[in-house]
């Protein structure tokens, strides 16, 4: 069994085009619909009410384009709506959450610190909590919001070198970076500036996202569901966004070929 049908995708803004990047990588066969809310970004920021109503008129909006699947590429939507969407809609909803077990179990038994830098609110939320509690009791944990790294993304400042590194420090120079042993990347926007991250942090540091992960996750539901695109599908990547602008559309695509 196969399904042509597409794969919804959306996040805050323009971070999950980082996961889009990776289904094209991987699951090169499949329709993708992306939705990035730049409208309303950020998300890390808002409260998990507001987050789920917006998570909601997006999914349903999905579910008219005859979407099979969901891939929820933002952490703090994850955070906020994940439960209430899967209890909602039937089709399978893949969230994403910070790679703190990848992290930390690098460590082969040995404790681990680990800086897991985030939003505001994936960083307060229970959920968040819930898996720092699995971990925390043999490792070092330290929890880093980031919230100017996803104004940097949508206003298309990625190459401003300057500005990005003096944001970079103004958040990670309190520590003692020599101890670090991984930053979890937990939030879809910061791949973007693995780069910058690799230049900052001593070599022995590993820098984790969660991208592949989901991907992976989302793969395996589809191949039990047998909705795989069949393997001779053409896979195709269409682009949208809540602020319709010129500018929007044009850094859209240049990040998902950067």
Sequence with gaps: MTSTAPIGVFDSGLG?????????????????????????APYGTKTPE????????IVNNFIREGVKAVVIACNTATSAAVDALREQFTIPIIGMEPALKVA????????????????????????????????????VIYKQPCPALVEIVEHGQLDDSELVERTLHGYFDSYDLETIDSVVLGCTHFPFFREYFRRLMPSSTAIIDGNVGTVNHLRVVLEAL??????????TIVLS???????????MHQLLTR
């Design 16 to 40: 999950g085009i980082t996961v889009v990047r990776e289904i094209a990588k991987d699951l090169p066969n499949e329709q993708v619909l992306y939705f990035g809310d730049s409208a309303n």
């Design 50 to 57: 507001q987050v789920r109503k917006l998570a909601f008129a």
């Design 104 to 139: 930390c179990d690098r460590g082969h038994g040995v404790p681990q610190h680990v800086i897991v830098a985030a939003t505001p609110l994936t960083l307060r939320e229970q959920k968040f909590a819930k898996l720092m509690a699995r971990f925390n009791s043999t490792n």
């Design 226 to 235: 047998g909705q795989l695109a069949p393997e001779d599908a053409e896979g």
């Design 241 to 251: 966004n809540s602020d319709p602008s010129k500018r929007m559309t044009t850094l």
